[in-house]
């Protein structure tokens, strides 16, 4: 028995390098201000996904949502194993919340097709939300695991997974298909194969393809696109138009979160007692505190 | 649109029929609002025996119970519980919905709000209610509900003005828990559970839970380390400084993220939020996710070799130095005045 497995992976920016200047003055983020990588618990996710089809076959598929410069962590996802990829990409797309963004995803999933098993890591660093995976999940009327910790065994009729809970652990069984989001202690992520990343370096989105062709007047898009989609090195991309979604429910226009208010964290620059780092200064920290009776 | 009522629910929470501590958190945070925009506050707990769960509610101003009691909700999971929720909320339309950031809160709230349409913000650190004008339109008592956001640098505001029903999901120990002198006079509705099939699609085949032996919420003393501590080796030394006054250890998430420490240790806005009397910040910088879980301290120690560091803003003892060096110092001092 064969699984088709497809992952939801998202380009986030790396929250551990955040500048001043990279939130917009409407509350949203200029992605452009910062460095972008996979998603890690996305990498995770796929990991599982390539593990499934290692063992048994099938076909993985990752899907991202995200502006044409998202196309990136789908080469990350060519080069460690996936069998084909699409870009979710159009500005109507842009600003969505969680509930708009897993309406396109869901939409976008059943125009690829038939699927087992949905994977995507628990939560984005950036959001750290956790909610795009059971909401997709709601959408397409499927089931869900969070908290996807190890994959146990799996069969033609059951998977049966352990996942996390507050205080410990559930071993669940689950018919197909489901969707689970996967934490980060599930799986180490492979390495990039090198034989992959020669064969799929060149892989290129449309918007990618219409850049090339922009300073080359030698180049037509139509050309290369053909060519491109006959050495299989075209990204496919979704856009609005493609999924036939309803406008109302997409990107900024139909999220139901709104950004109120966005503050800069002010420090009140509080009047502290500086203490001197030697055993003098220790010392009268000390009895400072037990004179408050903190201490002893 | 659909007319929304001026109801406040707060998702009651119950492992094995226990309830959580962050559900009665909600309720007295949810009673408040209630009390701001004139509304009702209102419980719901789904599980097996749970009546007692329904009448501690009141004790903190639940005016009523929705009760769905049945030996197959025993646990939780995900597609009944979800498709009960759906059917309550599509069915009452309450204007809020409280939930806590727990792993049942965090599988169970999204899947709701996907189904209701409606706004989810995850992990607040505030709510309030106040009158908005957004994109030049008047709201009137609109749940703000606050959150740090990206990487601790801002402080986000989130509003969900266009839709009937609001909901969050908060982390334990964020609210004060604040029960009644004398309990609100509730009722319980018992709502009785009709079986789908989809709630057999899945099966727990194990299930292992207990109680955290790691009390950091009740703690009087903490002594935290951060990512500048360095290494594991280097967090030893607050293990021994916990040790020695007396405390629990715990670390910032750039400290849980390095492999310093564990999870359940982890203090601030996607960890614990704790207010003990002494709360020693050792190579701690201070991000606003930090801070949001321990700056309610009675007092804070402060010690970090970057004089420029935040952690200095909030705390009321600072030091200068590094940790390593500092911490085996201070031990040393403490022990002297001791004898």
Redesign the interface.
């Known amino acids: 028995m064969s699984y088709n497995s497809i992952v939801l992976v998202k380009q986030v920016p790396d929250t551990a390098n955040i500048s001043g200047q990279v939130m917009k003055p409407d509350g949203t983020v200029n992605r452009a201000m910062l460095p972008a990588i996979f998603n890690p618990e996305d990498k995770t996710a796929l990991e599982l996904a390539l593990q499934i089809k290692d063992r048994y076959g099938g076909k993985v598929s990752a899907i991202t949502m995200g502006p044409p410069k998202a196309s990136e962590v789908l080469r990350d996802c060519l080069y460690m194993g996936a069998d084909e990829v699409f870009l979710i990409s159009d500005r109507k797309f842009a600003g969505a919340d969680t509930l708009a963004t897993s309406y396109v995803l869901s939409e976008a999933i059943k125009s690829i097709g038939k699927f087992d098993l949905i994977f995507a890591g628990r939560q984005a660093i950036d959001g750290d939300t956790a909610q795009v995976g059971p909401q997709t999940a709601e959408k397409l009327g499927v089931n869900q695991i969070t908290y996807v910790e190890e994959i146990m065994h799996i069969d033609k009729k059951k998977i049966k997974i352990k996942r996390k809970i507050d205080g410990g652990y559930e071993i669940l069984e689950s018919s197909f298909p489901v969707l689970m989001t996967v934490i980060k202690d599930a799986a180490v992520p492979r390495p990039f194969k090198a034989t992959r990343v020669m064969a799929f370096k060149n892989a290129r989105s449309l918007v990618e393809l219409e850049k090339m062709v922009e300073g080359n007047s030698l180049l037509y898009i139509d050309d290369l696109k053909h060519e491109y989609e006959s050495k299989s090195l075209f990204i496919p991309t979704l856009t609005m138009d493609e999924l036939n979604v309803d406008a109302d429910r997409c990107g900024l226009h139909g999220s139901p979160t709104k950004v109120y208010k966005i503050e800069s964290v002010v420090l009140a620059g509080g009047e502290h007692v500086k203490i001197e780092p030697n055993k003098e200064g220790l010392s009268q920290l000390i009895d400072r505190l037990m004179d408050d009776h903190i201490l002893g | 649109m659909k007319k929304a009522s001026n109801e406040i629910w707060v998702f009651m929470e119950q492992?094995s029929g226990k309830p959580?501590d962050v559900s009665f958190e909600l309720l007295s945070k949810g009673r408040k609002l209630a009390e701001k925009v004139g509304g009702t506050l209102k419980s719901v707990i789904i599980g097996q025996n749970i009546d007692s769960i329904a009448r501690e509610t009141f004790q903190y101003g639940a005016k009523q119970a929705l009760v769905i009691d049945h030996p197959k909700l025993k646990e939780y999971k995900?597609?009944p519980y979800?498709r009960i929720m759906n059917e309550l909320v599509d069915k009452h339309q309450p204007r809020i919905v409280l939930f806590g950031a727990?792993?049942?809160g965090?599988?169970l709230?999204?899947?709701v709000?996907?189904?209701t349409?409606?706004?989810?913000?995850?992990?607040c650190t505030d709510l309030q209610i106040s009158q908005?004008t957004?994109l030049r339109n008047d709201y009137k008592d609109l749940l703000?509900?606050i959150r740090?956001?990206?990487?601790?640098?801002?402080?986000?505001?989130?509003?969900?003005?266009?839709?009937p029903i609001q909901m969050a999901t908060v982390r334990e120990g964020v609210m004060e828990n604040l029960s009644l002198e004398k309990p609100a006079k509730g009722t319980i509705v018992n709502i009785p559970y009709v079986e789908d099939d989809?709630d057999h699609?899945?099966?727990?085949?194990?299930?292992?839970?207990?109680?955290?032996k790691i009390n950091l919420k009740s703690a009087p003393?903490i002594v935290a380390g951060g990512y500048g501590m360095g290494s594991k080796e280097n967090f030893v030394l607050i293990h021994e400084l916990a040790h020695v006054?007396g405390g629990e250890v715990a670390g910032s998430r750039a400290a849980v993220d390095a492999g310093f420490i564990p999870h359940e240790r982890q203090v601030g806005q996607?960890g614990v939020t704790v207010r003990p009397?002494?709360y020693i910040a050792c190579g701690i910088s201070g991000a606003?996710q930090h801070r949001a879980g321990m700056q309610e301290a009675?007092?804070i120690?402060?010690?970090n070799n970057d004089p420029d560091a935040?952690i200095?803003?909030?705390?009321?003892?600072?030091?200068?130095?590094?940790a390593a060096?500092?911490i085996p110092?201070?031990i040393?001092?403490?022990k002297h005045?001791?004898k």
């Open positions: 492992r959580a995900t597609l979800s727990t792993f049942i965090r599988d709230a999204p899947r709000a996907s189904h349409k409606s706004g989810l913000t995850a992990d908005v957004y703000l509900q740090p956001a990206f990487g601790g640098n801002i402080i986000a505001t989130i509003i969900t003005p266009d839709v989809s699609v899945i099966e727990i085949v194990e299930k292992f839970q207990e109680e955290s003393i006054l996607t009397k002494l606003i009675n007092k120690v402060a010690i935040p200095f803003d909030i705390c009321h003892y600072g030091i200068v130095g590094d060096e500092v110092n201070l040393d001092v403490y005045k001791l």
